[in-house]
């Protein structure tokens, strides 16, 4: 019990006293487990989209298309309604393939004839307005708001004008651009975004210009999981159908995102390595701290499973509410990153068990992985010890100081400092490396030559899906500049902390304030270097498992001017802390090293 | 219960190894009845810290038993012997070693909590002692706001959280001015007279003339044992140059 106050009162106490090393740790954590708790549960959120789109519009098991029209094509679907698995239906009717434009873009539309009145099969739910009536049509909700048009503006389809007089959304169709199923006579389908009418106005627009026509028919079956044993069932029809189910549906409206997942997941993965690297950094930076409270904690009785408890435990709670912060981010955020258009209800996108899971596994490997080592000097070393800590003293190198001696003073205090803590140095090179990484993969997203939706590919409509795979991109690249900035600032501190007795002794034998500061941003500079050249090829070699064959890649003097950015950014963001370091007083180091 | 708070026989500490290896505490025999004061002086390096860290199990001997309150210490595992410490020693540092980010009443109230007391009995215990030590009305500061007088005062209180069988003070006046140093001499004046068994090493002859007994130390080894008189009749401030 009293052990329990005390290690929630040492926990809270240190959070208080560090609260910016908290508020880092929390926003890494969050960041890492919202990328991928969204990554993970992008399936499942879009299978949830579909079914709740499905519930909602009284959506068919099965939709028989045919490429034809005409009397034998209607008696044959029709046909379709009067088998045994079938408990309702909607159709035959009748789906025209027209142009559609608006003041400002054109696009292929796929017209399907409905009823005044909705039926029991495939009843769109109107979102906006009202359902069709004569002389005015009813756009699905995707392609209306790509379109940028809504109730009461007019909309020209083949060369008629027509109010909008209500959009909706249906769960028979694909996602916008998907709506034509199929194409004319079988054939081939454009983008294509979606429009009712009623039939009789249907009609007349498919003969005022001679345009083409397919027929389709909605069907509820008695066993809506039996669609494949439905197909199998009837392949002997007259003429040639094509059915298509309502998971097949389901997963067609995966294809948009099919980009989405790999980018969240593999961005929540370096989001991870740089929170782990940011934080290792942080308590490395406070390792000395620690193992004095550990020693004096010892001192007054701690056992070292206390101790470890204690220095755990605020990580932990720490990665625990970051990963909360980070899941609610999450389940917020997964409506409008798994439905990037709008052709389905989508308040029903949650997070999965198993994202939420992984998340949380996460975030506690982050907190394990980032304060193994400190806890473990803290619990290894010998109580006295821990009472009089001092910062590590770093391996003799004596091949370093007479190779070293031949630099520049900015460039010796670098190289010396660098040396002081090889695997600080990696982790800062892997960091920029990481950084580089994402920012190739911006670029290569941006060059990308894409058909936009628009009429004949017209880039007037942009391609929904390149950009939503752009906008999580950029986002994710964001996020880990962001971690990256964080963790070169707590490189360059930490490392200035733990030298300032040498830089102090430096500066007392001649060196300039300007020099130590060089010296600081160097050792910064040394390991990004390589870690910028070995960002490009792993930033390309990373696209290329998930880029498309086809996919253009950025000029090299794109990539390698990424990379030199990358460096200059760095040098100036190691400036500042390098500058305040650089100017503490010698006399007070000194004598404080001392005391 | 044992007359004898402290004992160790043929204690021997070694630091280093081959020509560097250095025999900090060498052959020491000691026993410190109980409500004794104990003084230990000598000259930088000549074994008293590490002696004091033997005695309260800080450091295990190379060579050599240490008893307290009748119990063998020096063959207990990490975790007994941090459950011996919390329950039977008080330590006392030169440079204080409060937690940083605790109060005053949350530093005293800490031993008690690693005990397992509830908060409620560390609270009211801690409340009592920092009541005695006049530091009532700092209770709720953070050591950064309290003079080193008053941090050490609270590390009193700390060290006897717990009732312990011994209080170990490390140079408890090291870091002190004269006015602090006059206040921990009333202390640990009050503590020798309440019977408390104390072990203080200290450089300073004031703080040693407070004592029972005086041990000298030089090169790990005892040189002199003294048993004083134990009363200061020109009082705590004769001892300091100052009168009361």
């Known amino acids: ?595 | 219960m044992s007359s004898v708070a402290v004992r160790a026989c043929g204690l021997v500490k070694t630091h280093g190894q081959g020509q560097s290896r250095v025999r900090a505490v060498d052959e020491v025999d000691l026993v410190v009845p109980r409500g004794q004061t104990l003084a230990v002086m000598g000259p930088s390096g000549c074994g008293k810290s590490t002696l004091l860290h033997l005695l309260g199990g800080l450091e295990r001997p190379t060579d050599g038993e240490v008893w307290l309150a009748g119990r063998r210490i020096d063959t207990l595992g990490e975790r007994a012997l941090a459950r011996m410490r919390r329950r039977s020693v008080g330590f006392v540092f030169q440079a204080f070693h409060l937690v940083e980010e605790l109060s005053a009443a949350e530093n005293v109230e800490l031993p008690a909590l690693l005990a397992g007391h509830s908060l409620r009995q560390a609270r009211r215990r801690a409340s009592l002692l920092l009541e005695r030590f006049g530091l009532a009305d700092r209770a709720r500061h953070l050591p950064s706001q309290l003079s080193g007088g008053q941090r050490q005062r609270v590390a009193v209180a700390r060290a006897l959280a717990n009732d312990p069988t011994v209080v170990l003070a490390d140079e408890p006046t090291g870091n002190l001015d004269t006015a602090a140093t006059l206040d921990m001499l009333r202390i640990f004046e009050g503590l020798r007279s309440a019977g408390q068994t104390l072990v203080i090493v200290t450089h300073d002859e004031r703080v040693a003339a407070t004592a029972d007994r005086l041990v000298s130390m030089r090169d790990g080894m005892f040189v002199d044992d003294t048993r004083l008189a134990g009363s200061h009749p020109r009082g705590l401030g004769g001892l300091i140059g100052l009168e009361d």
């Open chain 1, 1 to 595: 019990m009293g052990s329990n106050v005390l290690v929630a009162r040492l926990v809270m106490a240190d959070i208080r006293r560090h609260r910016v090393q908290a508020v880092v740790l929390l926003l890494a954590v969050a960041a890492a487990t919202a990328t991928m708790a969204l990554g993970l549960s992008l399936r499942g959120a879009s299978g949830a989209l579909y079914e709740q789109t499905r519930a909602a519009t009284a959506g068919p098991d099965v939709v028989a298309l045919s490429g034809d029209a005409g009397p034998a094509v209607t008696s044959a679907l029709a046909s379709l309604a009067d088998a045994p698995e079938v408990v309702a239906h909607h159709g035959p009717y009748r789906i025209v393939y027209a142009d559609l434009t608006t003041r400002d873009a054109a696009s292929s539309v796929v017209v399907h004839g409905f009823a005044e009145t909705p039926g029991t099969v495939n009843r769109p739910l109107v979102t906006s307005g009202r359902w069709v009536r004569p002389g005015g049509t009813v756009l699905e909700r995707g392609f209306a708001a790509a379109l940028g048009v809504g109730v009461g503006d007019r909309v020209t389809i083949a060369g008629r004008s027509y109010p909008v007089v209500g959009t909706a959304v249906t769960a028979a169709t694909s996602v916008y651009p998907g709506a034509a199923q199929i194409g004319p006579y079988g054939g081939p389908v454009d983008y294509s975004g979606l429009a009712w009418m009623t039939r009789s106005d249907a009609r007349a627009l498919a003969s005022s210009q001679d345009l083409p026509v397919t027929t389709a028919l909605d069907l509820k079956l008695r066993d809506p999981a039996a669609t494949d044993a439905f197909r199998d069932a009837h392949p002997d029809l007259a003429i040639r159908i094509t059915f298509h189910s309502w998971q097949f549906r389901a997963e067609q409206d995966t294809v948009i995102l099919r980009n989405s997942r790999p980018i969240l997941v593999v961005g929540s993965w370096l989001l991870c390595f740089l929170a782990i690297t940011g934080v290792a950094a942080l308590a490395a930076g406070r390792a000395v701290e620690q193992t004095r409270r550990a020693g004096l904690l010892k001192a007054v009785g701690a056992t070292p499973g206390l101790i470890a408890a204690a220095l755990f435990a605020e990580y932990l709670a720490l990665a625990l509410a970051g990963d909360a912060l980070g899941l609610v981010i999450a389940r917020l955020a997964v409506p409008a990153v798994a439905a990037p258009t709008a052709s389905r209800i989508s308040d029903a996108a949650g997070l999965t068990g198993a994202a939420v899971a992984t998340a949380t596994a996460l975030a506690v490997a982050v907190a394990v992985l980032s304060t193994l080592r400190p806890t473990l000097r803290a619990m290894r070393t010998a109580t006295v010890t821990a009472l009089t800590a001092t910062a590590h003293r770093p391996r003799h190198r004596p091949w370093l100081t007479p190779l070293s001696a031949l630099l520049p003073t900015p460039l010796l205090l670098g190289l010396r400092l660098t040396a002081r803590r090889p695997g600080r140095a990696v982790l800062q090179a892997c960091s920029t490396a990481t950084t580089v990484i994402a920012i190739v993969a911006l670029l290569t997203a941006h060059v990308q030559r894409e058909r936009g939706y628009g009429l004949d590919g017209s880039s007037v409509l942009p391609n929904l899906r390149g950009e939503h795979d752009r906008r999580l991109i950029l986002a994710v690249t964001i996020l880990l500049i962001a971690l990256a900035v964080v963790n070169t600032i707590t490189f360059t501190w930490t490392t200035a902390m733990e030298a300032r007795t040498n830089t102090a002794v430096a500066r007392a034998l001649g060196a300039t304030p300007g020099q130590v500061s060089a010296g600081l941003s160097t050792a910064q500079l040394l390991p990004s270097l390589p870690g910028a050249i070995a960002g490009v090829p792993l930033g390309v070699g990373l696209l290329s498992f998930f880029a498309a064959r086809n996919a253009a890649a950025p000029p090299p003097s794109l990539l390698l001017g990424a990379a030199l950015a990358t460096l200059l950014a760095t040098a100036a963001l190691t400036a500042l802390p390098a500058y305040l370091a650089s100017r503490r007083s010698v006399a007070r180091t000194l004598s404080a090293e001392t005391a």
